[in-house]
DNA sequence: AATGAATGAGTCTTCATTCAT
DNA sequence: CATGAATGAAGACTCATTCAT
């Protein structure tokens, strides 16, 4: 399947960002690994690199919202969805190589501070933990818990995403179900 | 106090690094803020700007704990300690402006991919877990259940402050410690 | 009145040219000066920018002349046309903006030399020059003296607003009858 | 004689700004006609292309002013001075190829509307305006009449200049002594 | 020991133009 | 006839670093 060109970059981006940040990558770099002609990227993003960044963000969120229906969805309860999330979250840090961060603090948050990237920010992991809420409420959490928990989870996922990186290690991640069960 | 110059030149570009990223803040800054000469930070940091993010790391992480030290020194019991560490660190939220995320791992883990980054990136969040480790144990927990307590503290402070950084709001620091009291 | 696209964009190119010159202006800025669509131009100017520079001095050529038979036109004698020339020439330094200079020069002699633009230039100098001569012959001056003064006023204009661009005065066009008045 | 790296930049910068307007002229351009390398002129000037065309027109201004001072020193009276300073810029115009205009406006008032570059046009206009001032005080006239005249002077260089490029012909600027002296 | 000059590869962005529809 | 998409060269400028003093 051949994506569209602005897909191509927003996708090249995502996984470039994702890896040295906003600041890391430069355009000639996400232009040659999208093979996309210099000019191309104006075109379709009218304030360059900026733009860029926001559709590279909300392009790494789809697939994060995906990963989360795809723990939670099959789950019989909440501990086991967010176990799952934990271990599908640690196979993807595998895949993409230790050196990938979370794409959306990555891009957003590193990097001069830039308000409609703080908001961009703000709202993507609002709506990465409404969909966890989501999920913990269709298994029987009542709101409030399932607010509390999907927060919780998000904080734990995003720390721990940082300690793995940091140790090299995706099994900081698996073990983070535990360490949650167990409380504080 | 007036310091000497590579210690004007780590702590300027800790500062400036915790805000931009270690990419997203160029050496002429660096020398500006901490009004030290052009020639100068090749004599004091061999390897230019590797050497001095370096260096920066290790400024910030001594702050980081003295800052654990402050909390859990004067604390009697580990949940009283670890409540006074979110507090003091939303306090410093906002003191430094709420562009500012973890030092360590906007300068060693963001940024082109360096073993050698990677490697003190893991020392200095080692440190800091065992130093709460060490404070959980004098304070009466056992070294299995510190280690790990330890370990989640981390984690979602980590994982907090890039949530408040996102909101801009330090109060989801604040809300942290019944959070995790309340267990998931 | 609404001009047809044509029209449109030379009039916007001719505003624009004379404030920033023929390179200081982006064919996209003249484009959505003119609410033209971007394909649109090289439909109406087969080449391009360099055409609508021609049809921009031509339009802005037009102008001049109109503003010469205004002024001349009730003048009871040569000296009273030329004074009203200048004051009409101030005042219109004023309404555009103390930036903007001879169109015809900002357009065709400055930016890249082109023998198409030189030759244009010179027989738009000798319409303005022409012109005047007609009026001054009407006027009961001798074809000859006709020539010399409409070349001296020419001269003295083009100049002239140099000095008042420089100065942001349009009073050095008004001082500049009393100027010429008082010989040298 | 070797020009500093600085001086040559200013004389390239002049002569191809001269010829071509400020926006006309890419740095790289510049870069090599002085033989420096790229990064080497932000050491020079700080700001850029702007610091650059501003010692680029100070450069011409003091070519000019040698060139007025060659003109009246020898004089005899203010008329043989005048008439020889249009004689000297004709032979310059042809030197120069028919292409270059004064390297002042050229440089400073066509390109983009910038405050310092007008006030800077302003006070180097001024600069020659009284030069000329004092040769004709020096040559005997009073000094309301040396103004008038050194305005005159200058207005009619700068606008005789505009119509020799049109022309293509240098004669225009030989004439107008004979132009002035003719009174209007 | 300490420093300002110098460097060229690199940055992001805009340019005038062509082309397929 | 009309137009938005596409393009690559060029734009000005900043970068981290080296070097002679």
Redesign the interface.
């Given at each position: 399947m051949k994506l569209a060109t602005p897909d191509r970059l927003a996708q090249s981006a995502a996984r470039l960002f994702q890896?040295?940040?906003?600041?890391?990558v430069g355009l000639s770099e996400i232009l040659s690994a999208a093979k996309a002609p210099k000019g191309s990227l104006y075109h379709h993003f009218r304030n360059g690199k900026s733009d860029l960044a926001l559709a590279a963000a909300h392009f790494a969120s789809r697939e994060m919202l995906r990963i989360i229906d795809d723990a939670f969805t099959p789950a019989e309860n909440y501990k086991d969805g967010?176990t799952t999330l934990f271990h599908k979250s640690a196979k993807l840090f595998d895949i993409m190589g230790k050196?990938n961060?979370?794409p959306v603090?990555?891009i957003?948050?590193?990097?001069?501070?830039n308000p409609m990237f703080?908001k961009t920010?703000?709202m993507i992991?609002n709506a990465w933990i409404s969909r966890v809420k989501e999920h913990g409420q269709r298994l029987g959490l009542d709101p409030d818990e399932a607010d509390?928990?999907a927060?919780?989870?998000?904080?734990?996922?995003?720390?721990?995403w940082?300690?793995a990186?940091?140790?090299?290690d995706s099994n900081v991640l698996r073990r983070?179900p535990d360490?949650?069960?167990?409380?504080?």
């Open positions: 890896e040295r940040g906003y600041e890391g967010m050196w961060g979370c603090s990555g957003l948050l590193n990097g001069s501070p703080r920010s703000e992991f509390t928990r927060t919780h989870l998000f904080v734990v996922l995003q720390g721990g940082d300690l990186r940091a140790r090299g983070l360490l949650l069960a167990q409380g504080l």
